[in-house]
């Protein structure tokens, strides 16, 4: 067992404690961002001006008519900019923009008084525009060429082989939507310049130290010269990994030109009209079965819907390629990534990272092929898990593949799976307007950034002359309880109680170069950091113990508080063992640092180990489907989830069941619309408010809701031992969409395949009903094709034949569409 996983007696990590912040999250004391804007005086507020056009030249831009009205003190333009105008980390996002490239794009900002002001003064700026053709779907784009980024390729085997061998080949179309990050706190930063040209801003941001880049190279400022701080943030889910950035540099910008301080918060409608989001995704398959429905090959190309900027967009797209595997062994495999350029907001992180569209495509695959395999689908997937000694199709080895057969058979007897399919087929024989479905889905998921050095973390840590601990680090809350995570690393690593050890908001000044908190890698990075920090101080105060005690350096043990010997005997109170060592003139602070081990990466060749580790989960989620409306229940959910030896067990149920909330609402309810129309609104997003856009609530929540943490799951080489848990319960919501379309099936004959809208609305999930009984499909909906070993359609929805048989194909005219 390594160092770094192993644990003392007694520690602090594997309790369950509540978040740091909860009392103060539920009685309304937290502060955020925008709460420091009313103990900030003489504080600005900024507005923006946005264009009503989806793609179009800014021909004049005219801000005196703004600055005539009351409480408008300036207008931000690119003419005021002393560095970059560029807000992107590829140098393609104008923070002033001369051409517009989404509806809604701000082309300038108004500094006011008040809000209001702000407002009203937006709203006098005179633009004029000239349009310009626009590309607001990724079929659109497809068909016209326009990608941008590279285009990675990934192969492993021979794939032509494979199709030639098999016994059951079919091919087909599929689209998914992205999703709205939706964080109760919109973006915001405030931003204030001190006597000495010191710029700080406040921000909401996962990322403090690329805000601080973004912000000193648009200032044209030293990094040092520019401090950010996050406090905490309400929400991020990926929305706050890259998109904080030119907010907080438009805040800074006005507090520089201005002199004062300046508040930058979006309204709702702003942050949703503004900001990128979860990437939408086309996908062209092939797959090849032998008569056993094992998997023999996979070809498919994925576009990913970037949107008008790179943004992370092909770090996204590498991870869906990454992860079209899922948890399924495919010994021969081609895929390639490309990514649609649209004017459409700069789609960015989201939690899974392309992870959830990668495995999104093999789910819907198997979804789709079971039934006419013949074979069930839960007998299907675990038939293709990996076994020990196998790889991913970019070369990395599984380990512990076992994990993900022993949650699935711990699902299987817990949920009282085999019973309650039993029950659900005699209540759908019995019902004919009502069915229900059960349906079963795995989860592996790689755990490390994508680039590998990002993959490193810093902490400060401090011990005061009376014992009580500060620690400050590089990762960032959002809710999802990595300070509560990392206070109990440390009284861990010191042996205090939790009750000594304080955390400190996080920022640039106290922790530099740090990486953002995303992937999932959190608590791994800055727990190392924390970790190392403290054992450095540790090792100081072991030899003022050790003359204390009279024993070897070696024989010191620290424990609840109290500094004693190997055996027993006389202990030392810690704050008294820390005053003396203070006295001893022996350093009491350290500042912490871990990089992940083990990792390399070829991004050109797509082939390595990129990740530490994989996260495994099964989930099994019970539906019921009405036939008239499409409207469906989730009936009972039961989870098993592996998050290694877990450093916070409350927290980490807690993340298991949001991110499974989550991910059903991206696969069930959340359905972004574009105006795609030719009128002057083409390119508006529709749904723009909670009243347009459905997010789940306490009636989407399952009526049955068990989660359990894979237990016995110790990760040799992690902090404690533990494993990630922000992102790949995500994944296990797949269970969901899997039992809609075998509720949905239900209204048909046996072997009945459907093709299931992603996401599966109502109004989705009633065409699948109809086309389960015989009806036509939408025009929307993607229709299955068959063809030969070799034979993809060139054309993005060509006309397409009913998922079939080879040996059927000859028998079965095409469907026609409507």
Known sequence: MSALSERPANPVVGQEIPHESAALHVTGEALYTDDLAVRTHGILHAHPVQA???????????????????????????????????????????????????????????????????????????????????LVTVHEAIEAGSFQGGQPHMERGDIEAGFAGAAHVYSGEF????????????HCSIALVDENG???????????????????????????????????????????????HGYAAIAALGATLTGRPVRLRLTRTQDMTMSGKRHGFHAQWRVAFDDTGRLQALDATLTSDGGWSLDLSEPVLARALCHIDNAYWIPNVRVNGRIAKTNKTSQTAFRGFGGPQGMLVIEDILGRCAPQLGIDPIELRSRNFYVDGQSTPYGQPVRHPERVATCWEQVLTTGDVAARRAEIAAYNASHEHSKRALAMTPVKFGISFNFTSFNQAGALVHVYKDGSVLITHGGTEMGQGLHTKMLQVAATTL????????????????????????????????????????????????????????????????????????????????????????????????????????????????????????????????????????????????????????????VDIGQVEGAFVQGAGWLTLEDLRWDESDRPSRGRLATQAASTYKLPSFSEMPEVFNVALLERAHEDGAVYGSKAVGEPPLMLAFSVREALREAAAAFGPAGTSVDLASPATPEAVFWAVQEARGGAEPPHMTAMVEGAPGVVPDQPGADAAPLRPRSEQAAQPARAGT
């Open 52 to 134: 009503p056009h989806a793609h179009a030249r800014v021909t004049r831009l005219d801000t005196a008519p703004a600055l005539r009205v009351p409480g408008v003190v300036r207008v931000l333009t690119a003419d005021d900019v002393p560095g970059v105008n560029d807000a992107g980390v590829k140098h393609d996002e104008p923070l002033f923009p001369s051409e517009v490239m989404f509806f809604g794009h701000a082309v300038c900002w108004v500094l006011g008084e008040t809000l209001e002001a702000a407002r009203l003064g937006s709203l006098a700026v005179e633009v004029d525009y000239e349009p310009l053709p626009s």
């Open 198 to 244: 010191q710029v700080f801003v406040q921000s909401s941001t996962q990322h403090p130290t690329e805000t601080q880049d973004i912000v000193a190279h648009v200032l044209g400022l030293p990094s040092h010269a520019v401090t950010v701080q996050c406090l905490r943030m309400g929400g991020g889910f990926g929305g706050k990994e890259m998109q904080p």
């Open 175 to 186: 689209e998914f939507a992205g999703q709205e990050h939706f964080y109760l706190e919109t």
């Open 495 to 650: 042996g205090v109680p939790l009750s000594t050890v304080r955390l400190a908001p996080t920022r640039t000044d106290k922790v530099p170069n740090t990486s953002a908190t995303a992937a999932s890698s959190g608590a791994d990075l800055n727990g190392g950091a924390v970790k190392d920090a403290c054992e450095q101080i540790i090792e100081r105060l072991r030899a003022v113990a050790a003359g204390r005690l009279g024993v070897h350096p070696a024989d010191v043990r620290f424990s609840d508080g109290h500094v004693g010997k190997v055996g027993g005997g006389a202990t030392v109170p810690w704050a008294e063992l820390v005053n003396q060592a203070y006295f001893q003139r022996i350093q009491l602070w350290a500042a912490g640092f871990y990089r992940t081990e083990g990792l390399h990466w070829d991004s050109s060749a797509m082939h390595g180990s990129p990740f530490k580790y994989f996260s495994y989960g099964v989930a099994a989620s019970e539906v019921e489907v009405d036939e008239f409306t499409g409207a469906y229940r989730l009936r009972r959910v039961d989870i098993v989830h592996d998050v290694g030896d877990s450093l916070s067990p409350l």
